[in-house]
């Protein structure tokens, strides 16, 4: 190796700010011209051997880029350029190769092996340093980018994790709020009148809005961050938009406002995620009906067509033409302005006039309808005129009718989940069971405890309670309950290591656990089930629903 400790150049590079750089050539001469013409500019340090070079490029801080001759006394530039590649010390390293092999496949294999440049002696030194100075400026690009990306990844983890974090501080309150609710109008405490009743309801009905906010945030959020999954399944197009439309009746009701729907005689099935077209449609008729004004007009259509192809489309461009279903909602609202249109779909946005400042709302349920949709591979259009109205198409593309059964317009079936309306679920029958095992439930939070025990005690269970995961195993050990009810978020044990504890006994391994949990990201309902939990239920649970659970549980039991 040529160290030249005595160059001053040398002696001041070790201290200097300027970027580092790896000469590793084993001819002296070679040496000493590319050392004296790149000194000034680069803190440069030498090696005559692979070994060295090795040694050289470990040492911090690292080379910013490493010039490699490849006919070396010990090993040769390919092995070392391999070997700081499989290093993660020094794999970001830019590497090129300066040597007199000029043969094509010397140059390629330099290549594969991981090197930014190959450079053939004799060279000429100022393409040599123009060649070292866009390599470290593209090298320093890159760590400014692989900065950002990290940070960026920081951040998206820190909002992922408050928005995880907001969603269970939320819920866990909203729980006790709409299951007293609950409780008071299934007449759990004692009888009740009918301002009672009408008050109930209201407290109900607002308990779900306020659900139904944090419920479009975190969906929000989800599409952001690729979190959500499509459950594609042949679903009827009639079905799907007769329950939609029911879900905003009472809303249109109030205000006078006539819903009309218009549906061919035949209508296909298709392959979407119901639950999410339908969320779409649900967010579209709301608006409608929102920025309706009282005796106004609401209309929901649907119809398969097939897109026109422009004159001068090449024939074999047909599959730009294959039937596609289109959804359109109609009203005849107070419209929107040309502006407010190109700010339509940004989140956290109303568009701003005097109506729309009246409305409540976060801004969300255009972005998540236009989401979803783009999701199916669809989009979202909308047409609108002041004082007028506004139209806006759902279209689902690439529609094969060939393929699924074409069946008449049915009739709707009713829609089996929580109520939009606040309405009450039919009550469930009382169940006297005293004599049966207990139900053991784990929940740390008062309100919440009072709330479930309360129901459950007046359908005519009995229930041991734990407020840890402690003493929910020790509880489970001494008293055999036959249904475990399982907070997750919990002092001490959580619920997720109390389910795991229970799974490992020999009398845990078959009896039903029910996660019942505010925390409602995607993972952590995979998390849950992992662990071994029959069934997943997020916070806020409507009681009935959790009966009905219970039902099913005992019945499956052996």
């Not at 929000?220 to 799907?240: C, D, F, M, N, Y």
């Not at 699924?404 to 929580?418: F, I, K, N, R």
């Not at 656990?513 to 998390?527: F, G, N, P, Q």
């Amino acid at each position: 190796m040529v160290a030249h400790p005595q160059s001053p150049a040398l002696a001041t590079a070790t201290t200097s700010p300027k970027p580092k750089i790896l000469i590793v050539d084993d001819n002296p001469n070679n040496l000493q011209v590319l050392m004296h013409s790149l000194c000034r500019d680069y803190a440069v340090i030498a090696a005559t051997t692979g070994e060295k070079a090795l040694a050289l490029a470990q040492r911090q801080p690292v080379p910013e880029l490493i010039i490699l001759d490849i006919i070396l006394p010990d090993l040769d530039g390919y092995t070392v350029c391999n070997s700081l590649k499989e290093n993660p010390l020094t794999q970001m390293i830019p590497v090129i190769f300066v040597t007199a092999l000029g043969e094509e496949g010397d140059e390629a294999r330099g290549f594969a092996l991981g090197a930014v440049d190959y450079i053939v002696k004799p060279y000429s030194l100022p393409i040599v340093q123009a060649r070292i100075q866009s390599h470290l400026a593209l090298q320093r690009l890159n760590q400014e980018l692989n900065i950002k990306n990290r940070d960026l990844m920081r951040a998206t983890r820190l909002k992922d994790e408050f928005l995880a974090k907001m969603s269970h501080e939320l819920r866990t309150p909203l729980n006790a709020i709409l299951g007293m609710a609950e409780a008071l109008q299934e007449q759990t405490f004692g009888t009740i009148n009918s301002r009672q009743a009408k008050a109930l309801q209201t407290i109900e009905r607002s308990g779900f809005h306020l659900l139904d906010l944090i419920n479009d945030i975190l969906d929000v959020a989800k599409i952001e961050s690729g979190q959500i999954t499509l459950e594609r399944l042949p679903t009827s197009v009639s079905s799907l938009c007769k329950s939609s439309l029911l879900f905003v009746k009472q809303q249109a009701q109030k205000k006078s406002i006539q819903l009309t729907l218009h549906l061919p005689s035949y209508l296909p099935d298709i392959l979407v995620d119901e639950r999410r077209i339908r969320q779409v449609l649900i967010n579209l008729l709301s608006n409608a009906v929102k920025f309706t004004p009282e005796f106004g007009q609401v209309s929901l259509a649907a119809r398969v067509f097939r897109p026109e192809s422009p004159p001068d489309r090449s024939p074999t461009a047909d599959s730009d033409r294959l039937p596609r279903l289109e959804i359109s909602i109609a009203d005849t609202g107070i419209g929107i302005t040309p502006e407010n249109l190109q700010r339509l779909f940004q989140p956290f946005v109303q568009v701003d006039n005097s109506l729309s400042r009246h409305n409540t709302g976060t801004g969300l349920g255009l972005v998540l309808a236009k989401q979803i949709t783009e999701l199916h591979g669809g989009e979202v259009l909308v047409t609108s005129e002041v004082g007028i109205g506004s139209c806006f198409r759902v279209i689902l593309p690439t529609l094969e009718t060939s393929g699924v059964t074409l069946v008449p317009a049915a009739s709707v079936q009713p829609y089996l989940g929580a109520p939009l309306d606040g309405s009450t679920l039919v009550p469930l029958p009382t169940i006297v069971s005293e004599v049966n095992p207990p139900i053991l439930l784990a929940e740390d939070n008062e309100a919440n405890i009072l709330t479930t025990v309360s129901f459950l005690e007046a359908k005519g269970y009995r229930l041991l309670v734990a407020r840890n995961g402690q003493d929910a195993v020790a509880l489970f050990q001494a008293q055999s309950p036959a249904i475990v009810i399982m907070d997750i978020q919990m002092p001490g044990m959580d619920g997720l290591e109390a389910i795991q504890r229970i799974r490992s006994l020999p009398e845990g391994r078959e009896v039903p656990i029910i996660a019942v949990t505010a925390l409602a990201m995607a993972r952590d309902r995979d998390r849950g089930l992992e662990v071994g939990a029959t069934a997943y239920l997020s916070k806020p649970v409507r009681l009935t629903q959790l009966v009905a659970l219970i039902q099913d549980l005992s019945v499956s039991q052996p």
